[in-house]
């Protein structure tokens, strides 16, 4: 049971690198999305995608860049970090239909910009 | 734009208890789905309990249900029987359905609880 997996799971970056976020998924969902979580608060969205070749802007999508060239990936990319991007981020996908009520979360990925 | 309001910070509960936490919402839609979520230490965002607005009848899941009360636009969820391993943040979510236009855009989530269960 693979679901959605995230890599790396931990990263530090120094300010100005750029790095991906790798994300797949094995369901065979349509939704996607990646999701930033900062110390005590909840998530908030920065992009999601609804198929392969379609994206779009969540709340706070300045910074990151998304790709779906497959139904499977989708990979976050931080063109060049800051210390405000330190945060904890969550790939998510979903279904259609009558199971697309559900929204299934990777395990996170930690990232600290120094 | 939907907004999920948790005004509680924090909530202890003794172990075996009964414990609430709170949820409202704010939105003009008619239909929608609401979600509790739970994130342990480990991060991980696990799926504690769904209600469709539609449904007049609350969610139940073993020991976690829910209250909703849809014209107050609450929705809070009981975990009774408490026990050591539901201490975590708490997350209560709002998600439109995709009738509505707004089921491509995921969740919207409030700011959490964090669950303490006293032994």
């Known amino acids: 049971n693979a679901g959605v997996t995230q890599t790396p799971k931990f990263r530090i970056l120094k300010i100005g690198q750029s790095m991906t976020l790798q994300c797949t998924q094995d369901m065979n969902h349509n939704y996607m999305y990646w999701y930033r979580q900062d110390p005590g608060m909840g998530l908030k969205l920065i992009y999601y995608s609804v198929g392969a070749g379609i994206t779009d802007k969540g709340e706070v999508p300045n910074g990151y860049n998304v790709s779906r060239s497959t139904t499977e990936d989708f990979p976050l990319r931080l063109e060049l970090a800051a210390p405000s991007q330190t945060s904890v981020y969550f790939c998510a996908s979903k279904g259609s239909g009558g199971s697309g009520n559900t929204i299934y979360f990777g395990e996170g990925s930690w990232l600290t910009v120094v | 734009a939907q907004t999920v309001t948790q005004s509680q910070p924090e909530m202890s509960v003794q172990e075996a208890e009964t414990v609430t936490l709170s949820c409202t919402y704010d939105?003009?839609?008619?239909?929608?789905?609401l979600f509790w979520y739970k994130q342990p230490p480990s991060r991980q965002m696990i799926l504690v309990i769904r209600q469709e607005a539609y449904k007049q009848q609350n969610a139940t899941e073993n020991r976690f249900s829910v209250n909703f009360q849809k014209a107050a636009k609450s929705f809070s969820l009981k975990i009774s029987d408490s026990q050591l391993g539901d201490a975590a943040m708490y997350f209560c979510a709002y998600r439109s359905t995709p009738e509505s236009g707004g089921g491509a855009d995921g969740l919207t989530f409030g700011k959490g609880t964090h669950l303490i269960i006293q032994p």
């Open positions: 939105t003009s839609e008619s239909d929608y789905y």
